[in-house]
């Protein structure tokens, strides 16, 4: 099944530049993802997570917070990408900071495998340390099992 009965090497971590790389298109994705009105709702109009501005920049007027320049109608393209960029640099700095702790990836680790147990086999997630079968998930609606 492998070549010479052995795994193949494991691949060297990535270096600090490699990270930021990585990050970066990681949060282009995510940004690439969202529907316009979605982003619009979520990093307001500016581009940031709030509705105003940020260090004496301003997104632009009007609904559409800067993408949308002249009266025909017609896309901006540096106005697009400066909100694009601005939406970018939030998801890296705000929203991928979060999976950046181990201890909070751990903890979310185990409780999806916990779940995914608990669906599969219910019984895994009752109590029964006292003997009687009964416990938090026992479907009776009583928190210990008993009346």
């Known amino acids: 099944m492998f070549p010479n009965n052995s795994l193949a090497p494991g691949r060297p971590a990535p270096s600090a530049s ?3 790389e990585i ?10 993802a969202l529907p316009a009105f979605v982003a619009r709702g979520y990093f307001g109009p500016s581009g940031y997570g709030g509705d105003g501005d940020r ?3 301003k997104g632009g007027g009007g609904e559409n917070g800067g993408e949308e320049e002249g009266g025909g109608g017609g896309k901006s393209k540096s106005g697009g990408d400066k909100v694009k960029a601005r939406r970018v640099k939030f998801v890296e700095e705000e929203i991928l900071d979060v999976f950046a702790d181990a201890y909070c990836n751990r903890h979310f ?4 495998v916990e779940g995914v147990v608990c669906r599969v086999f219910p019984e895994m997630g009752m109590n ?3 003997g009687e079968g009964g416990g938090l998930r026992d479907g009776s609606g009583s928190v210990d099992g008993k009346t």
């Not at 680790?109 to 999806?112: H, P």
């Open 18 to 20: 490699e990270i930021l």
């Open 23 to 32: 990050r970066t298109k990681a949060a282009t994705a995510i940004v690439d």
């Open 128 to 130: 029964t340390s006292d």
């Open 109 to 112: 680790v185990f409780a999806v």
């Open 55 to 57: 260090d004496g920049e």
